[in-house]
């Protein structure tokens, strides 16, 4: 779509160029310095192609093309003037620098340079008004050129608010795509943890509720782990894995206690890395011979897991830690 505008912008302004300098050529009347005049549209067309085609893939002219249409939009009046008597400087063809150097000046203006388009039309009023006067200066398309340029204007404000608004409308429609696919995942990992929690505690509320609550001793236990499997789905699911939720579960039978809190710590972690640190997690807890084992997931730049065993009976709180291991974010 861009390379469309642009490829249809580009040849109106390469017509239009073109018929300016055609109508320069055609004199009815023979100047006296047919020389300058072919100088003029030399240069003119110079100044033009060099606006319109460098640097095509960038919308920015380059500041070295804008200064010499600049230039020739006081050099190319001044030379056809003087090429005329000044009886024949209102003539048609002698008036033709003036939508010229309007169309000049647009294009700078759609190449993102005002300030050096506005100039040129600045120097065409003050070397037009110089050579025939301003009042037919202004009869003769001034007007026009005037109205070109403030169009042209317009237009690119328009359309590079235009084209703020809709990036910023892209950005939205894509924050809003990634919240809810967030969404999505989030409930399917709600549905997952409802079924695993279902597949844990069924059985175990199936045989309480046939027993009328008269469990065995292996019942019970069954009946604890099953309660603190529920507490870690819910409190710790993204550090859950069946290596993770084995070895917790074995802690827990050696007659361990484990806490799993889950603050957001693997959050913004990419799934590799997290299949890492729940590897990491649960080879140190198949090694811990702690009392009391911590599982903590806190929200920190530097650790995304920190894993703190105690032991009943310590003198104080720094004695009773026996174990402190501080899982990274990112793999050392």
């Known amino acids: 779509m861009r390379r469309s505008v642009r490829s249809i912008t580009t040849s109106l302004a390469l017509g239009f160029a073109l018929y300016f300098a055609a109508r320069g050529i055609a004199w009815t009347v023979q100047p006296q310095g047919p020389l ?7 240069l003119y067309l110079a100044a033009t192609l060099t606006a319109v085609l460098t640097a095509p893939g960038d919308v920015r002219l380059p500041v070295a093309a804008a ?32 939508g010229a150097t309007g169309l000049l000046a647009v294009v700078c203006i759609v190449r993102r340079r005002p300030v050096f388009g506005w100039g040129m039309l600045v120097t065409l009023v003050l070397v037009a008004s110089a050579f025939m006067g301003i009042g037919q200066a202004f009869t003769l398309g001034l007007v026009g ?29 894509r924050a809003v ?10 409930q399917r990992e709600r549905r997952v943890r409802a079924q695993r929690a279902l597949a844990v505690a069924g059985p175990v509320l199936s045989r309480t509720v046939a027993a009328r609550g008269e469990l065995t001793e292996q019942e019970r236990l069954e009946a604890r782990l099953a309660e603190g499997t529920l507490r870690d789905e819910l409190r710790g699911g993204s550090l859950m894995s069946a ?16 806490t799993v809190f889950d603050e957001g710590g693997l959050d913004g972690i990419d799934e ?7 590897a990491e997690l649960a080879d140190v807890l198949a090694r811990a011979r702690s009392n009391r084992l911590i599982i903590r997931a806190g929200r920190d730049d530097t650790n995304a897991v920190t894993v703190v065993g105690r032991t009943a009976g310590g003198a104080t709180d720094d004695d009773a830690v026996e174990l402190w291991h501080e899982i990274r974010r990112v793999a050392e």
């Open 36 to 42: 300058l005049i072919v100088a003029a549209i030399a």
């Open 67 to 98: 200064v010499l249409a600049l230039g020739a939009s006081a050099i190319v009046p001044t030379l056809v003037s003087l090429a005329l008597e000044p009886s024949l400087r209102g003539a048609p063809f002698a008036t033709w620098y003036i």
């Open 243 to 258: 290596a993770v939720r084995e070895a917790i579960t074995e802690a827990r039978r050696a007659g361990a206690t484990v």
């Open 145 to 173: 050129s005037i109205t070109w340029v403030v169009v042209a204007q317009l237009l690119v404000l328009f359309w590079d608010r235009a084209v703020r608004d809709t990036e910023r409308l892209a950005d939205i429609q």
């Open 177 to 186: 795509s990634a919240w809810h696919a967030t969404q999505l995942v989030r």
């Open 272 to 278: 590799d890395r997290i299949e890492e640190i729940r």
